[in-house]
C-alpha cells in the first residue's frame, strides 16, 4: 500500500524536471489526476477492508447484507430518523417512495475512470509535443551550476541554443509556422482540459443523483446555520451520502411460501464517501477559479504584445537586463516564437536564457561585453551566490 501511495502522490506535484506545458495544465491533468486516484484509494480501503454495511438481520441470515449491498437500500422513514437529524426532503420525496442508493458500489470505479478522464489531455499533448523541450534542455544549464562554466563551454552552449532555435524556425520566416502550430496544439489541449473538467463535474453531479452541483456550498451554509434553525434544514451530507438506510428483503422458505422483510442498515462507507466528494467539491470549484484566470491570462497573451514582454522579464528578473535589441525583437516575434522561447525559459538558468536571447537578437556587441561583464540579475542573490563559487 506504501508504494502504490508513493506512485500515486508523485502526480501532485506540480513541478517537473522537464517542464512541457504550465502549472494550470500539470495541476488540472496530473495533479487532478493523483487526487482521484488517492480518493479511490482511500474510498477503496473502506469498501473492502471491514463490513462497508451491516444490517439488524444478519444474524439470522448472512445473506441479508449481501442482498442490500447489491441490490440497494432506500432512505429511512421520517419518522425513523435521529432527532434532529432531516436527511430527507420532502419536497422531492415521500415515506411510501424513498430514493434508492446504489451508486455507493460504483464509486470507486467512477473516481477511477474520472481521474483517468482528467490525464487524457496530458497524454495528448505528451504526444503531441513530440519531446521539443528535451531538445532545449540540458541539466547543466537549468541550475546555478551554469555558472561555473569555463567562457568557451558557456558561449557554445548558448550558440548550440540559438542554432537549435534558429532550425526550428526555418528559412525566410516559414518556420515560424512550426512554433506557431506548436502553441495551436498546446492550447487545442489547454481547452480539452477544461472541457474534461466541466464534462467530469456534470457526469458526477448526474451520478450522485444531480445533488452534487451545490453540494459544498450547501454544506457549508448547513453547518454555519445556528442549531436551533437547523432542525428545519436537510441535512446535504447525510441526504447524498445516507448512513441509516432501510432494505427490502425477500426470503422464501423450503415450502415456497414468500416471506417480506423491511431491514435496518448501516452504510458505514457513506461516513467516507460523504468527506472525500466534499473535498472533490471543493477541489472542482478551485479548478474552475484557476481555469478562467488561465483562459483570461491566454487571450492576454495572443492580443497584447506588451503582456508576452511582461512575462518575459519576469523570466530573466528584470526588464532592465534586457537591452532595446532583445525588447524589439521580442515584441516583433510570434505568439508561437514567443511561446517556444517561453518555455525553453523554464528549462534554462534565467542569466544562461538572458545570454541566449541577446545571441538570439543579433546583440553580438553586447553580447562579447558580456564576457567581461559580470552576469546578469547582480541581485543581493547572485551576489552571495557569486561569493559561494569563488570560495568552491
Known amino acids: 500500500m506504501a508504494a502504490i501511495l508513493g506512485d500515486v ?3 501532485l506535484k506540480v513541478t517537473k524536471e522537464i517542464t ?3 502549472v494550470f495544465f500539470r495541476t488540472v491533468t496530473d495533479a487532478s489526476f493523483g487526487v482521484f486516484i488517492l480518493c479511490s484509494i482511500i474510498g477503496g480501503m473502506t469498501t ?9 438481520g444478519a444474524g439470522d441470515n448472512p445473506l441479508v447484507e449481501a442482498h442490500c449491498w447489491l441490490h440497494g437500500t432506500q432512505h429511512l422513514a421520517k419518522s425513523l430518523e435521529l432527532e434532529g437529524e432531516n436527511c430527507m426532503d420532502s419536497e422531492e420525496y415521500d415515506d411510501d417512495n424513498a430514493p434508492k442508493t446504489l451508486y455507493y458500489q460504483w464509486v470507486i470505479f467512477m473516481l477511477v475512470l474520472t481521474g483517468i478522464a482528467f490525464k487524457l489531455p496530458s497524454w495528448i499533448w505528451k504526444g503531441l509535443e513530440n519531446g521539443l523541450m528535451e531538445t532545449f534542455y540540458d541539466k547543466g544549464n537549468k541550475d546555478s551550476k551554469v555558472l561555473k562554466k569555463d567562457a568557451v563551454a558557456y558561449r557554445q552552449a548558448i550558440d548550440d541554443q540559438v542554432s537549435s532555435f534558429k532550425k526550428l524556425q526555418g528559412s525566410k520566416g516559414e518556420g515560424s509556422w512550426g512554433c506557431t502550430i506548436y502553441y495551436i496544439k498546446f492550447l487545442f489541449c489547454q481547452l480539452l482540459a477544461v472541457l474534461l473538467l466541466a ?3 456534470h457526469f458526477t453531479n448526474a451520478f450522485l443523483g444531480h445533488k452534487f452541483g451545490l453540494y459544498g456550498a450547501r454544506v457549508i451554509n448547513y453547518y454555519q446555520t ?3 434553525n437547523r432542525d428545519n434544514l436537510v441535512n446535504p451530507m447525510c441526504n447524498v451520502f445516507p448512513t441509516r438506510v432501510g432494505c427490502t428483503w425477500t426470503k422464501i422458505g423450503t415450502g415456497g411460501g414468500r416471506e417480506t422483510v423491511n431491514d435496518y442498515c448501516i452504510l458505514a462507507q457513506n461516513i467516507i464517501n460523504e468527506k472525500i466528494y466534499l473535498f472533490l467539491w471543493f477541489w472542482f470549484v478551485a479548478m474552475f477559479i484557476f481555469a478562467s484566470i488561465q483562459i483570461l491570462l491566454e487571450v492576454c497573451i495572443i492580443l497584447l504584445p506588451f503582456v508576452r514582454l511582461f512575462l518575459s522579464f519576469e523570466q530573466v528578473g528584470s526588464k532592465g537586463f534586457l537591452t532595446s535589441k532583445t525588447k524589439d525583437y521580442l515584441r516583433h516575434c510570434t505568439v508561437g516564437e514567443w ?3 517561453y518555455q525553453i525559459g523554464k528549462n534554462t538558468h534565467k542569466d544562461f ?7 538570439l537578437a543579433g546583440d553580438a556587441e553586447e553580447f562579447d561585453n558580456d564576457e567581461k561583464a559580470p552576469l ?5 542573490e547572485n551576489i552571495e551566490l557569486e561569493n559561494v563559487i569563488s570560495k568552491s
Do not use: A, S
Not at 48 to 56: E, Q
Not at 353 to 359: A, D, V
Open 20 to 22: 512541457r506545458d504550465n
Open 9 to 11: 502522490l508523485k502526480y
Open 226 to 228: 445556528d442549531e436551533i
Open 48 to 56: 473492502y477492508v471491514g463490513d462497508p454495511i451491516k444490517c439488524h
Open 339 to 341: 511561446f517556444v522561447l
Open 376 to 380: 546578469v540579475n547582480e541581485t543581493k
Open 353 to 359: 536564457f538572458f545570454k541566449f536571447l541577446k545571441k
Open 199 to 201: 464534462l467530469n463535474f
